[in-house]
Nanobody, 122 residues
C-alpha cells in the first residue's frame, strides 16, 4: 500500500505564507495523481488542489491565485505553497492519492496522510 506523510503546517498571521510537503512511500508511482484536501472545524472536507502525471493542475476557486501545487518526482514529494493566507484557510490539510484519475471528489482517493494543522490568525 501507499503511505503519505504531510508536514509544514503551523501557526501564522493573515497574509503570511507556508509550504506544505507530502512525502509518499510504499507502492507509490510518480504517475499517480496527488491532491490536497482540507477540513476546517465543523465543516466538511473540501478539495484544495491536485496535480496529475502530465503536471496539469486544478485548484479550488477559494485558493486560486494564492496557492500553488507542485511535485518532485525524484523525492516522491508533493508541495502546496500557500501565500496570502486568510483566517478562513485554517484547517487540517491532507494529501491524498489513489491512481491516475484527476478528481475533486474525495471518494476517488484511496490513500490519505494523517494531516497537518494550518492555523491563520487575524
Amino acid at each position: 500500500q501507499v503511505q503519505l506523510v504531510e508536514s509544514g503546517g503551523g501557526l501564522v498571521q493573515a497574509g503570511d505564507s507556508l509550504r506544505l510537503s507530502c512525502a509518499a512511500s510504499g507502492r507509490f508511482l510518480s504517475s499517480y495523481v496527488m491532491a490536497w484536501f482540507r477540513q476546517a472545524p465543523g465543516k466538511e472536507r473540501e478539495f484544495v488542489a491536485l496535480i496529475n502525471r502530465s503536471d496539469s493542475k486544478l485548484y479550488a476557486d477559494s485558493v486560486k491565485g494564492r496557492f500553488t501545487i507542485s511535485r518532485d518526482d525524484a523525492k516522491n514529494t508533493v508541495y502546496l505553497q500557500m501565500n496570502s493566507l486568510k483566517p478562513e484557510d485554517t484547517a487540517v490539510y491532507f494529501c491524498a492519492t489513489g491512481g491516475w484519475r484527476s478528481s475533486k471528489n474525495e471518494n476517488e482517493y484511496a490513500y490519505w496522510g494523517q494531516g497537518t494543522q494550518v492555523t491563520v490568525s487575524s
